[in-house]
């Protein structure tokens, strides 16, 4: 790896081989020892992250290829931390033991494959993957370097939804026939002007493994969402939380998908679609379906009621009976506001209120956190299979064992994408 930002920015991303986990560090920590953290992209979510782990760790490396962003990083968490444009060099620090990834959507699996082949547990922004190919390969290597992996699909460890889900899995609706998802509507815009790459970012290294393109200002920061190169609209966005949500409930996987979509035409603006919808059938006979019109959330339906949920609401008649007739956990207060971590084993699901401290007790007991990588790789995997089908305008049959739609050689193209040389993610 060239000794300085000022090289690596002319360059792409070199290979570069990490030790085993045992080697990552000359001596092992003491469990009362306050791990190292490294935060890789620091733009609002990975801020926010970092701040969060500040209560579990201590922040000694910040990267981000924006150099304005790395400063305001700096001033946030003071002048301990490291700070660094490429993620190599955090990587190689042996007193980071945790990394934080809060890069845009098309970086999440590169990183997070390379950080725990070096030894490092991570915690990686949803949506966990671009492509469903990228998730086999982050589950492959989670299992053979044994490293926790947690994603920021937070909605698991919040109350209104984990309750949602153990009622619905626990048949307070009966049996559950269908599921409505409602995103919000994808931005729109452009065409937008092309300009020259200000000196504070570098934009080969932002782009990554996606097509290399003129600069567009609108391409990046949070409005990377509304470009399908590297992201892939609401349906990734929020829905790697809310289908995250309605599949744990559903408890199967989607065996049938069809999709409709209108696009935009706008050369050099936003393309993902400004209208769209999805149906999924599932092997256990449920339905569900994602659209962008109406109130932002979830809906239950099974054939003793429903139950509606987002961030702000739980409703329906089943709700309002559990006052009468709670569950069983309700009887043991494991919602009291207690600062309750740990998981604790309560049938079928296990009860947290701290997300990023989930992340960290698992670091120390070696367990599979909330949100771990099979989990929200199969989440994300659903996204995407409703992206797909949308741009093909088919009905689409999935095969969920083997990981690939059945007799369609165009559809099984789309789980992979071409990558930019010196970027590839392996």
Known sequence: MKSSSAALAATTVAPMVFGSPAAAREKPRSPNERPGVGAIGLRYQGSVDTHKAQAHGDIVALCDVDRNVREQARAAFGSTPEISEDYRELLARKDVDVV????????????????????????????????????????????????????????????????????????????????????????????????????????????????????????????????????????????????????????SLPVRIEGRAVYPDVKDGYNVAIDFGVKYKYANGVEMTVGDTGRNGIMFTGTRGRIFVNRGTLSGKPVEQLSADPLPREKFKLYAADNLRRPQRVGKLDSIVNHMGNFFDCIHSRKAPISDVESQHRSATTCHLGNIAMQLGRPLKWDPKKEQFIGDVEANGLLRREQRKGFEVV
């Open 100 to 251: 934080l990834i809060g890069t845009p959507d098309h970086w999440h699996v590169k990183i997070a494959v390379d950080a725990c082949r070096a030894g490092k547990d991570v915690y990686v922004e949803k949506p966990l993957t671009l492509t469903v190919d990228e998730g086999k390969l982050l589950r492959k290597v989670a299992q053979q370097t044994g490293r926790v992996v947690q994603v920021g699909s937070w909605q698991r460890s919040d109350q209104r939804f984990r309750l949602a889900v153990e009622m619905v899995r626990s048949g307070r609706i009966g049996e559950l026939k269908r599921v409505d998802v409602i995103l919000n509507k994808n931005k729109t815009g452009g065409p937008f002007p092309r300009r020259t790459v200000p000196g504070h970012l570098n934009w080969n290294l932002w782009q990554g493994q996606t097509p290399e393109v003129p600069y567009i200002e609108q391409r990046c920061h949070y409005t990377f969402r509304w470009w399908q190169q590297t992201s892939g609209g609401q349906m990734t966005d929020w829905g790697a939380h809310h289908l995250d949500i309605a599949q744990w409930g559903i408890s």
